[in-house]
């Protein structure tokens, strides 16, 4: 039974503290997004990539996130100092483009509920 | 910019009773939309999606939702309502350039007993 699987399923961390992420996409897919979710924002893209490459991390905060694959089975989030404003369920996509990209149905985890204190 | 919105944070409904869930969409060219399900405490699950192959477009538990280019809306129905079906609701449009899924608000369904 193929799924994306994410840990920690949950993580309460201090603030100021490095928190990350983890995801290991569908084997096979080439296409891995991050969102985080909350209730005054709803579902946010943070990033994603194609064939592991960065296609547009236009909704991180620079500053503090970052989002890497170091290879095709896993992908992190990194945040670096956390602050409680980031408290959050964050989750990560994966789906299989083939042709055009829009038609590409994403496969969700079940997220990591991240609290900062 | 392509985006959706959903019209209603909120919906209840009885058990039995027909669901609707509104969606409109903004897009300057044909869409790739889609309906997903999000139960407590779980990632989302694609319910259906529209790839302009038929513009009624069936999906699973018994939802379908039609494409009406004209209104730009692309709204969920479900004939009769299950306590099951209680969970929020996301429309989402699909990106061409480069493939990203963009959410909409997300409409909550309550199903009375």
């Known amino acids: 039974d193929a799924r994306v699987t994410q840990t920690p399923r949950h993580k309460v961390t201090e603030m100021g503290q490095e928190v990350t992420m983890r995801c290991q996409p569908i084997l096979g897919h080439n296409t891995v997004f991050w969102y985080r979710q909350t209730m005054m924002q709803g579902l946010e893209l943070l990033a994603y990539f194609r064939n592991r490459a960065p296609l547009d991390d236009s909704g991180m905060p620079k500053d503090r996130f970052s989002a890497e694959m170091p290879d095709a089975t896993l992908a992190t989030l990194k945040i670096q100092p956390s602050e409680p404003r980031d408290s959050a369920v964050y989750f990560c996509?994966?789906?299989?483009?083939?042709?055009?990209?829009?038609?590409?149905?994403?496969?969700f985890g079940q997220g990591t509920r991240l609290t900062v204190v | 910019a392509q985006s959706v919105t959903q019209l209603g944070s909120h919906v209840s409904v009885s058990e039995g009773a027909l669901v609707l869930l509104r969606c409109n969409y903004s897009?300057?060219?044909?869409?790739?939309l889609f309906w997903y399900v999000q139960y407590p405490n779980q990632g989302l699950q694609l319910l259906l999606k529209y790839t302009s192959a038929a513009t009624l477009v069936k999906g699973i538990n018994g939802f379908e939702a039609e494409f009406k280019k004209s209104e730009t809306s692309f709204h969920l129905t479900k004939p009769s309502a299950h306590m099951s079906d209680a969970a929020e609701y996301f429309c989402a449009v699909g990106n061409n350039q480069g493939g990203k899924l963009i959410f909409g608000q997300g409409t909550e369904l309550s199903v009375k007993p």
């Open positions: 897009s300057s060219v044909p869409p790739y």
């Open positions: 996509a994966s789906g299989l483009v083939r042709g055009l990209p829009g038609n590409t149905e994403a496969f």
